[in-house]
């Protein structure tokens, strides 16, 4: 299929754009196979905008007289207005839109066209892997070990092909419990804690059903995991009751009679549709113009995100804490250990480890805890918040981690080294963009589809020199402690600089952010030039 | 009355202290005519000293022989206090309380301080309604200073000086007072260098129930109107409020009698209604429930971010009036004490860069609260812990401190001052050693002798060491208007002093810190570069053959 099939009219002139911050302007409108390009024809002025039309969650059309004006909901929640002269031209764009903007197939997408000159596609691809990860951490080898046992992705489809494990399990034991845990999600290490040796491991549930089936290879692995401790916790993202009503659709638990060893802790962390409705309802609190006061704090309530936001970071704080503060191994899932189970277990790890919180070490964190460990991204970030399509697999878990770790960020601003630019970036990024890093659902998808040869990586991109200056906080100064996030309700707020980024007021803000950014690189290069002019 | 008689035991040592995120700490306590101390005596640990006079209400417990008094200051702070012995207990409980319910004035410890630093100003004649009028003079020849309210007579809660039309004499003022609420009858409250156009304040004119008019009243404000210009009257009441005042003689301006004038009426709450909302507030920010819904539910229930969007909407409403529709403004509501200098006083940091700056701040608080005859002493006199009936008190200062901080957070870079000192100003309101906030009124104020007696804020705040601190690192002079955003999205509870105590800014602390020392070393470096730039092109001009080509 061509994209030229969908574009009936590929140039509109004469058309006015209305965007947030900006004055209205007139211009011209082509469409691409992949963008919306306008650019301004005025006197004095060469302003252009570049949409990615996949970042186009909705459009909206209105037709008055031979005129109409379609509006553009994008899924970085940006709203545009287009007034298109001619009611042919109008319809016309707006389908190309409808359609170009959620083309199914990601071999079309844009990252497998996008070249632009100063990357090569023979760059490396990617920051981390288990292998890498596992050869960095040598206090591992004793115990731990490297299982290629997935390489054909047969026992775990959403799994890379090699994963670390306990030393004592072999692969056929893994085939075993592969085999009892749903989607193959056998507990796999995620987590090395230097401190005290303890680990954090991450699975999906098991698949005890109604009969309480047992496993003796997943207990041994589970017993391999705190061997010489006396016991060790599982984190399960779901209520007890949940837990329960599980069993009845072949999932379940680890009881306490086939894990003795094992103390389960219930925390209920909302997910899937649940969480897409949450984040429909703020995005729809913010652009509430009704200026009541009220209004907007019980629609900010009712919207139940900062809820969401408190209970993943409370969560993920009580499993920082089994690991750091009770000296105890854990393992954590929910049902299918793709969600839930990332979030948390990537939080904890920002929380404890100090190598997460440099600008490379948490995009190196992102690239295991979500891209490799199969986060299904194109389901979950198919649609955003203003999509009137009806609601399939969309949920913005990883969004929610985002604010999560920026509500860190914010209690600790010295403590991270990268700064709210970066998760805001990101925040984009996972929904649409031109990086083939957040393409496709798992591991084995990305390699059927040669993502890696055909597109950029968005991780090596984020830490060439210019965007690494403008990504870092000029604040940071290393910290060793773990960094314990308030989980007051007063403590959290919202994440203006995201949900409110397209009104007026924030610009401001962002002035004053950039006034220091420029501040501390001026200071880097006067600094330089002072040890210069010391030296001659 | 001598303070030894309310203090039973002075001292009980072995008392623990506890404090919000800090350690806790072992000492001796002490108690003095005006403090509370607690010294552990060891060097490294902080003492608490604690005036009487910001303790707003506190609780007493017994466990055994341990009795523990909880502390609830009026600028939020909790603190508890385990006093071994019964008695001890009880007494310095009972002394507290009596300590810190004082009612006269003249025994308030700012009577009792001496400075321990060296006063470079006198704050208390830094900002004189006399210079304020040079400058007035300097943009315009239209108003005069009158001296109608010398002796306090015309109205007790005005200064003695006060600006007026030029052609309106003390004769029409006295009549005009006569017309007004407690006599504080219209007068200049802003001059907008841009336009020429004014924003004036009063209180209330007193219709009454059948519509009684005063045409020298009407005289007084029409003077301040351009030739076929219209005014704006901004009544601070809604318009029911207005009616029903009519009924205790109170009232506002008819179409009929003032038709040059569009009156608009904007409701902000009165007195015992931002009281409640404060203590709400409170309670819910202490709440220590781990609940979002609750505390996001109990932050609505309060209405203060209500009160604090209603308020800067009408300080909007008032600076559009006068710089975007070229009109003169009329502010009031009722008594002119409260919500109508949070209009005025608001709308001039809108409209007037000058008052963006650290002394231009002073003076705004000067000229129109103070001098204005906000009743600090009343408003203040318990916060939001106080278990007592509420009489007068309400937090309209604090909710202009409020407004402001949210301004300061949408334009950071437009003010010269830090949101240090408007958290300073709120505790200083209620509570402080510095004798600028006793007295409801410039007349207490004279016959309290407070500028002889007494040190003023100003004097401290004034010297190179505090001014530093208090200072913006971001500010760059901003001449132009600054609109804020009043949508609720765009407003954020102060966290500076609504949830000071409740969570830990040694990190938020740390991070301010590194930033101000960032500017400075780049404002070092900066410097040095310059130098060297001209001693460089010295050099050149000096010796050809350094030039390079």
């Known amino acids: 299929m061509e994209f030229s099939d969908h574009i009936k009219t590929a140039n509109v002139e004469d058309v006015v754009l209305r965007q947030p911050l900006h004055p209205p302007s007139r211009g011209t409108v082509c469409i691409t196979g992949h963008h919306l390009l306008f650019s301004d024809r005025e006197e004095g002025s060469s302003r252009q905008v570049l949409l990615l039309l996949r970042n186009i969650d909705a459009i909206e059309k209105r037709i008055s007289g031979s005129s109409g004006t379609i509006t553009i909901k994008c899924k970085d929640l940006r709203v545009l207005h287009l007034d298109i002269p001619g009611m042919e031209q109008c319809l016309n764009i707006a389908h190309s839109i409808e359609t170009l903007s959620c083309l199914d197939s990601v071999s079309e997408m844009y990252p497998f066209f996008y070249r632009p000159p100063d990357l090569s596609l023979h760059n490396q691809w990617g920051l981390s892997s288990p292998e890498k990860h596992y050869s960095q951490i040598k206090e591992l080898h004793d115990k731990w070990r490297l299982s290629t046992v997935n390489s054909d992705y047969s026992l775990c489809p959403s799994y890379p092909p090699a994963v670390i494990v306990p030393k004592s399990t072999d692969d056929d034991l893994l085939k075993k419990v592969a085999k009892f845990r749903q989607g193959g999600r056998f507990p796999v290490l995620c987590y090395y804690h230097r401190k005290n040796g303890m680990v954090i491991m991450r699975s999906s549930q098991p698949l005890t059903g109604a009969n309480r089936k047992r496993c003796r290879e997943d207990e041994h692995l589970l017993q391999a995991m705190i061997d010489g401790s006396d016991k060790g916790y599982i984190i399960d993202t779901r209520s007890s009751q949940q837990a329960q009503q599980a069993r009845m659709t072949g999932g379940g638990f680890e009881s306490k009679s086939s894990y003795s060893h094992w103390k389960r802790l219930h925390r209920q962390m909302e997910r899937g549709k649940a969480l897409q409705e949450s984040l429909i309802k703020l995005v729809e609190a913010c652009g509430d113009e009704s200026h009541n006061m009220d209004r907007w704090l019980s629609k900010l309530e009712n919207s139940k995100w900062l809820s969401h936001v408190q209970t993943a970071l409370s969560t993920a704080g009580l499993l920082a804490e089994c690991v750091e503060r009770d000296g105890h191994s854990v393992l954590v899932h929910g049902s299918e250990g793709t969600d839930s189970t990332l979030l948390i277990s990537t939080l904890a790890q920002l929380i404890m480890d100090p190598c997460c919180r440099t600008l490379e070490g948490f995009l190196a964190l992102l690239e295991r805890e979500w891209v490799q460990a199969g986060h299904p991204f194109q389901q979950r970030c198919a649609h955003s918040a203003y999509s009137h399509a009806r609601l399939q697999q969309e949920s913005p878990v990883f969004l929610l981690m985002l604010d999560c770790v920026w509500q860190v960020w914010r209690q600790f601003p010295l403590a991270l080294g990268f700064s709210e630019a970066l998760l805001l970036r990101l925040a984009n990024e996972v929904y649409a963009s031109n990086y083939g890093t957040f393409l496709c659902n798992s591991h084995q998808e990305r390699c059927a589809l040669g993502v890696t040869e055909n597109t950029h990586c968005l991780f090596q991109a984020l830490l060439r020199p210019m965007e690494r200056d403008y990504y870092s906080n000029p604040l940071y100064e290393p910290t060793e402690l773990a960094i314990w996030p308030s989980v007051h309700p007063q403590s959290l707020q919202l994440w203006r600089g995201f949900f409110l980024r397209w009104t007026e007021h924030t610009r401001q803000l962002e002035e004053a952010q950039e006034e220091i950014r420029n501040m501390v690189i001026e200071w880097g290069k006067l600094a330089l030039s002072d040890a210069l002019s010391m030296n001659t | ?549």
């Open chain 2, 1 to 549: 009355m001598e303070f030894a008689e309310l203090i039973k035991t002075p001292r009980v040592d072995g008392v623990v202290l506890h404090r919000p995120f800090m350690p806790t700490v072992e000492g001796t306590l002490c108690l003095t005519g005006h403090h509370l101390i607690l010294s552990s005596r060891q060097d490294n640990t902080e003492e608490l000293w604690l005036l009487h006079s910001n303790i707003d209400s506190i609780e007493k417990r017994f466990v055994g022989s341990v009795g523990s008094i909880i502390v609830k200051c009026k600028d939020l702070r909790v603190i508890q206090l385990d006093i071994p012995g019964m008695e001890e207990c009880l007494n310095i409980a009972s002394s507290i309380e009596a300590l810190s319910t004082l009612d006269l004035v003249s025994l308030m410890y700012p009577f009792f301080y001496r400075p321990m630093f060296e006063v470079i100003e006198d704050g208390w004649n830094s900002f004189l309604p006399e210079a304020a009028f040079k400058d007035l003079e300097s943009m315009t020849d239209e108003w005069r200073l009158s001296e109608v309210n010398k002796d306090f007579s015309v109205c007790p809660s005005y200064p003695p000086l006060v600006a007026v039309p030029k052609d309106v004499d003390d004769d029409t003022l006295r009549k005009v007072a006569t017309f007004r609420h407690s006599g504080r009858f219209p007068v200049l409250s802003y001059y907008h260098k841009k336009n020429g156009m004014v924003m004036m304040r009063a209180s209330q004119p007193l219709t009454g129930t059948n519509g009684r008019r005063c045409k020298e009243d009407e005289k007084l404000i029409n003077a301040t109107l351009r030739p076929g210009k219209r005014g704006y009257i901004i009544d601070t009441r809604t318009i029911n409020v207005a009616q029903q005042a009519k009924a205790r003689g109170g009232g506002f301006e008819s179409e009929a009698n003032y038709p040059q004038w569009r009156r608009i009426h904007k409701a902000l709450e009165r007195s015992n209604v931002l009281q409640e909302s404060l203590i709400k507030l409170v309670e819910a920010c202490n709440d220590q429930s781990h609940s979002m819904d609750r505390w996001l539910s109990k932050l609505e229930a309060s209405n203060w971010q209500t009160h604090v969007k209603e308020i800067l909407t009408t300080a909007c409403l008032a600076a559009q009036c006068i710089d975007r529709e070229g009109a003169s403004v009329l502010v009031h509501g009722t008594e002119g004490t409260d919500s109508t200098l949070q209009v005025t006083s608001l709308a001039q940091i809108i409209l007037d860069p000058a008052c963006r700056t650290i002394r231009g701040f002073q003076g705004l608080v000067e000229r129109e609260w103070l001098q204005a005859g906000h009743p600090f002493q009343q408003r203040c006199a318990q916060s939001a812990y106080s278990n007592s009936k509420p009489r007068q008190e309400a937090p309209v200062f604090l909710l202009f401190l409020d407004c402001v901080w949210q301004i300061l957070r949408q334009f950071p870079c437009s003010f010269e001052f830090s949101e240090s000192f408007l958290v300073l100003l709120f505790e200083h309101a209620y509570a402080s050693q510095f004798g600028t906030f006793l007295g409801n009124s410039t007349a207490e104020r004279a016959k309290l002798s407070l500028p002889e007696k007494t040190v003023s804020l100003w004097s401290w705040v004034n010297r190179p060491q505090e001014l530093e601190r208090l200072t913006n690192p971001l500010y760059e002079a901003n001449s132009l208007v600054i609109w804020p955003s009043v949508a609720p999205q765009s407003l954020l509870l102060w966290e500076g002093v609504f949830l000071r105590w409740n969570r830990s800014s040694k990190c938020l602390d740390e991070a301010y810190e590194e930033m101000v020392h960032i500017i400075e070393y780049n404002k070092e470096l900066q410097n040095k570069v310059n130098t060297l730039r001209r001693q460089l092109a010295q050099l050149e001009t000096e010796d050809p053959l350094l030039q390079t080509p």
